[in-house]
Nanobody, 117 residues
Framework: QVQLVQSGGGLVQAGGSLRLSCTASGRYWKIITMAWYRQAPGKQRELVASINRIVGMTRYADSARGRFTISKDNAKNTVDLQMSSLKVEDTATYYC??????????WGTGALVTVSW
């Protein structure tokens, strides 16, 4: 199957920037979509951004559009999330996700992003 390793996250002041990265290994050729989700305390997990590994089409949540950028590097099997103009309400645990051609969802272990005043 596919394994995911996340890096990035941490504490940042409001208005700052942060970059998350996720590297896939294993049967990475089965990956169709790569995405970032987040889950704030007491809330449901929500999609932040996704990108099609083959054609590169992207999709963003309204809350992320214009501030976050999702990108991929097929040669390195990575998907990154560049976050700018961060707000306190962006505080959450961020999860890397891939969906394979078998329609299987695989998740990273999560990375806490804390945005302070």
């Amino acid at each position: 199957q596919v394994q995911l390793v996340q890096s990035g996250g941490g504490l940042v002041q409001a208005g700052g920037s942060l970059r998350l990265s996720c590297t896939a290994s294993g049967r990475y050729w089965k990956i169709i979509t790569m995405a970032w989700y987040r889950q704030a305390p007491g809330k449901q997990r929500e999609l932040v951004a996704s990108i099609n590994r083959i054609v590169g089409m992207t999709r963003y949540a309204d809350s992320a559009r214009g501030r976050f950028t999702i990108s991929k590097d097929n040669a390195k099997n990575t998907v990154d999330l560049q976050m700018s103009s961060l707000k306190v309400e962006d505080t959450a645990t961020y999860y890397c996700n891939v969906r394979t051609s078998d329609n299987v969802d695989i998740w990273g272990t999560g990375a806490l992003v804390t945005v302070s005043w």
